[in-house]
């Protein structure tokens, strides 16, 4: 059994809420440099695992959105995008970056009975 800590950031905001986005992949990227570490993208946050989906995003004061996902991935860390909300956004396999998949609530469970701790 892996005693290595694990995390889920459940992430709902993007373009219309840059600075909670922003405060959710600071979690994400903090947790993903010691743990294993996903983010579960939902609803407003769909784009932000797509190619260039976070470029220009970035709350006063904060550190761009693009950056810390790109971080976070460099970590190591996993974005999840919920298959509904891929669908409303007419978002595919092929429009998103390196490390993310489209993938929903059965794997998010799974993720979560194994121990990890959801931060929101």
């Known amino acids: 059994m892996s005693t290595q800590e ?3 950031v459940n992430c709902q905001d ?3 809420h840059v600075e909670r986005a922003t405060i ?4 994400a990227t903090t947790a993903s440099k010691t743990a294993e570490t996903a983010v579960f993208l939902t609803s407003d946050a769909a784009q932000l695992c797509t190619t260039d989906g976070a470029s220009g995003l970035q709350a006063a004061g904060m550190e761009p959105l693009s950056d810390l ?3 976070f991935l460099g ?3 996993k974005l999840w995008l919920c298959p509904i ?3 409303v956004n007419s978002i ?5 970056v390196e490390g993310a998949e489209i ?3 059965p794997k998010t469970m799974a993720f979560l009975s194994s121990g990890a701790k959801l931060l929101a």
């Open 6 to 8: 694990k995390y889920l």
């Open 14 to 16: 993007g373009r219309g």
């Open 24 to 27: 959710a992949f600071i979690l």
């Open 69 to 71: 996902i790109a971080q």
């Open 75 to 77: 970590n190591g860390g």
């Open 85 to 87: 909300c891929a669908k």
């Open 92 to 96: 595919t396999e092929a429009d998103l």
């Open 103 to 105: 993938a929903g609530a």
